[in-house]
């Protein structure tokens, strides 16, 4: 628990540190909705009132308020500012959903994500899940998050989006954890069951002293920015709606910000698929929100490696166990409201989207491979695709969609080049041999959902290349009190 000291907040996290340790290897699911947002997140008296903190700490945070269960009159206010006038048609909206595998490099200052955002025209929603944001190994699978490499991917997308000519200043706050970098804890199980104990018993302490206007005990944010506010800071075009990382994995969900007054029921879900069946190496993150009155789930995934025959069960494995413990809490009544039935499972959605790193590969190794490569045989390759292979035979992704691949395989590339590793090989190569494949895939399904755009792009940040999409998508929303059918 976070306690003031003359000495700052570094001492104070030393005891709370090493139980977000513990939660990740017991894979306790936190008692608060932790998710980064532009918006502080509440819910109505009656239920468990938590407030969460801003992912940019502004010198003067504007009063905007999300609410998951209160009346449309209470939740966030209409936000005058110089934002693109909404499109002619509400309810059809452009959504750009966007994943990159950056290969456990965090990114650097003048990285350019305008051509990829922005090309090839504005959308209303983006949608953009990370995978490998910092190396996995055992300190960033095992420890305390690392979420300084997900503030940079933030900082980066909010200026391309803004169209923000100067990067944005960011300050550093002392990270709590620098101090604690040697710091070791040496505990037995009966230990954890103690510190899982004293877990519970604090988050409901925190729940039932809690309010929406009181500053949390936030245990899971290790490292934190100030950005020194421009004086037209509300008039930004784009929003964050929400962000989670679970170890490399980060999901982020961006809305136009006059769309905002129209998003609620905002959740999140971390299904780890990893080390011993359940640590965040491998697994999913997902965001659960409603626009107007439509539900939509993104899924962002790092699935299971390797090329060897039979890895492609196991990542059939990973999408089947994520669809069924992937859950979202129930929206609260709120008396004197109609209640709808908010979303609890991945499928009860109206829209849904599954994006990530989903690690499939051809199904033959050999010579034929770097004939249709250097042919750019993409047809003949993809029918060796190890996704098309087991979707078509109903073993995964049953009733999913993904519109037609017409660009080069997307993994694996030597550093900082348009070389696949399989083409550089020599008797001296230090990289280990990796038949090209197209690993990083968008996949949706749900009515009203039409696919305009499916590519990849061609920064050579990482070993992937990044692949985008976009959507043209139809709402519900109530007009003059008749429901718009998809």
């Given at each position: 628990m976070r306690t003031e000291s003359?000495?700052?907040?570094?001492?104070?996290y030393k005891s709370s540190w090493p139980k977000q340790v513990v939660r990740k290897w017991l894979n306790i699911q936190g008692g608060v909705k932790e998710f980064h947002s532009d918006y502080k997140?509440?819910?109505?008296?009656?239920t468990n009132s938590v407030v969460n903190h801003y992912d940019f700490l502004?010198?003067?945070?504007?009063?905007?308020?999300l609410t998951e269960t209160a009346p449309d009159s209470l939740k966030r206010p209409r936000i005058e500012s110089d934002s693109p006038a909404p499109v002619s048609d509400p309810l059809n909206q452009r959504m750009f959903v966007g994943t990159w595998n950056a290969g456990g490099k965090c990114p650097h200052k003048g990285l350019n994500l305008k051509d990829w955002l922005l090309n090839p025209v504005p959308a209303d929603i983006y949608v953009l899940g990370f995978q490998e944001i910092v190396p996995l190994n055992a300190g960033n699978v095992l420890g305390a998050e690392d979420d300084a490499p997900a503030l940079k991917w933030l900082s980066l997308i909010r200026q391309a989006l803004n169209n923000t000519e100067k990067s944005t200043e960011l300050t550093e706050i002392p990270h709590p954890h620098k101090e604690l970098k040697n710091f070791k804890t040496r505990i037995s199980f009966s230990d954890l069951i103690s510190l899982e104990d004293e877990l519970d018993k604090e988050d409901s302490e925190r729940h039932s002293t809690s309010s929406p206007n009181s500053d949390i005990e936030d245990e899971t944010s290790n490292f934190w920015?100030?950005?020194?506010?421009?004086?037209?800071?509300?008039s930004s075009r784009y929003s964050l709606a929400a962000s989670k990382q679970m170890v490399g994995i980060f999901l982020c969900v961006w809305v136009r910000t006059d769309l905002n007054q129209h998003?609620?029921?905002?959740k999140v879900s971390c299904v780890g698929r990893g080390i011993m069946g359940y640590l965040g190496n491998k697994g999913s993150v997902s965001i659960s929100m409603t626009l107007h009155q439509t539900s939509f789930c993104f899924v962002c995934t790092h699935l299971t490696s390797g090329e060897k025959e039979g890895d492609e069960v196991r990542r059939n494995f990973d999408?089947?166990?994520i669809l069924k413990k992937t859950k979202f809490s129930q929206s609260q009544r709120v008396s004197g409201q109609p209640f709808t039935p908010s979303p609890v499972s991945i499928l009860e959605h109206d829209h849904t989207v599954w994006l990530g790193d989903l690690n499939y590969r051809l199904a033959f190794p050999?010579?034929?491979?770097?004939?249709?490569?250097?042919n750019n045989d993409w047809e003949t390759l993809l029918e060796k695709d190890q996704?098309?292979?087991e979707q078509r035979a109903g073993r995964v992704f049953k009733g999913w969609e993904e519109g037609s691949i017409s660009f080069a395989p997307t993994y694996k590339y030597l550093d900082n080049s348009d070389q696949y590793v399989a083409q550089n090989q020599t008797s001296k190569s230090k990289e280990k041999r990796r038949i090209p494949a197209w690993c990083d895939r968008i996949l949706w399904r749900g009515k009203g959902m039409k696919q305009m755009w499916y590519v990849r792009g061609e920064n050579k940040f990482s070993d992937h290349r990044p692949v985008y999409s976009l959507f043209s998508v139809q709402l519900d929303s109530p007009i003059d009190g008749i429901k718009v059918q998809k």
């Open positions: 003359s000495s700052g907040d570094t001492m104070s997140v509440s819910e109505m008296a009656g502004e010198e003067s945070p504007p009063e905007k308020w920015m100030r950005r020194k506010s421009p004086k037209n800071s509300t998003v609620s029921n905002l999408v089947i166990e050999g010579g034929d491979s770097e004939e249709l490569l250097k996704l098309m292979i």
